[in-house]
């Protein structure tokens, strides 16, 4: 059975992520089908909007936009109705449901998540400690951090830090090599939440096993070999249970879903220390 396309237009006033993550959830769900992306950002005057016009005219599909400015976002449903594109404000609806909770009117502001205020700070300050404490660097002032992820290679760990980070917490990595100790800092830290990450042999095999082909390095190895990973994954899980380090497995998720069960353990961590 063929995949079928369609054309997806969303035009934003800021950088289009909302509309990004929005439309691919969605998107995801429906299989044998496939969007056809045509992405606009920061859509804020009427020669950008007519550009974009040009482009729903020539390849008419579903138009999804954030458009604060009443009147752009009026001439974009006008040309939505002309070409027959479905359309949708997908702020709108939020909008409404606070405007009628709340009592009072929203100010039209493109980009106002963007601002740079302190939270925006934080997140830049969590990306600059991450960095540099990725993949074991920097040890000596592990317990800076708001979470330390401990596991074998390839485990995702500098990627789950890097989302963590964009998240505003200062996450550090610290790799489990065959035959060399952990930083004896890693089990004297008293404010860092200290998680362990997990996969199978096999989904650990698979991984190094691409690794090792990018790099053209010969694979007889004990890196990709299945008694040797099995061994080094239970060697981390001790570490684990001897430290009482919550495990999360992420043979199966992907970076999104293991950093939101992070934060959910960071969560509870920051409230156990405050209780203190």
């Known amino acids: 059975m063929g995949r079928s396309y369609f054309h997806l237009h969303l035009v934003s006033d800021s950088t289009g992520e909302t509309l990004i993550t929005v439309a691919r959830a969605v998107v995801a769900q429906y299989e044998g089908v496939a969007a056809i992306e045509h992405v606009y950002p920061l859509v804020r005057s009427t020669t950008q909007l007519e550009r974009v016009i040009s482009e729903i005219e020539t390849a008419p599909g579903i138009v999804l936009y954030t458009l604060v400015e009443r009147d752009l976002a009026s001439r974009l449903e006008e040309v939505c109705r002309a070409t027959g594109s479905p359309y949708l404000s997908v702020l709108e609806p939020v909008h409404q449901l606070l405007s009628s909770y709340l009592g009072a009117h ?15 700070f934080k997140r830049i300050d969590a990306m600059n400690f991450t960095l540099l404490h990725d993949d074991g660097h920097l040890p000596h002032d592990l317990d ?4 330390i992820l401990v596991g074998v290679s390839r485990t995702s760990k500098t990627p789950t830090s890097v989302y963590l980070a964009n998240r505003g917490l200062k996450t550090a990595n610290i790799p489990l090599v065959p035959g060399v100790p952990p ?15 997990v996969a199978t042999p096999e989904r650990i095999i698979q991984i190094r096993q691409n690794r090792l082909l990018s790099l053209k390095a010969d694979d007889d190895t004990s890196y990709v070999d299945r008694e040797a990973v099995a061994e080094e994954l239970a060697a981390s899980r001790r570490l684990f ?8 497995d992420v043979t199966r998720r992907s970076i999104e879903e293991t950093a939101a069960a992070i934060i959910d353990l960071y969560r509870d ?8």
């Open 106 to 120: 929203s100010t039209a502001r493109p980009g106002a998540q963007h601002m740079l205020n302190a939270e925006y």
């Open 144 to 147: 800076e951090a708001d979470v």
């Open 183 to 197: 930083p004896a800092v890693l089990e004297t830290a008293r404010t860092a939440l200290i998680v362990g990450l």
């Open 241 to 248: 249970a001897r430290n009482g380090w919550p495990v999360i």
């Open 269 to 276: 961590h920051r409230q156990r220390l405050a209780a203190r």
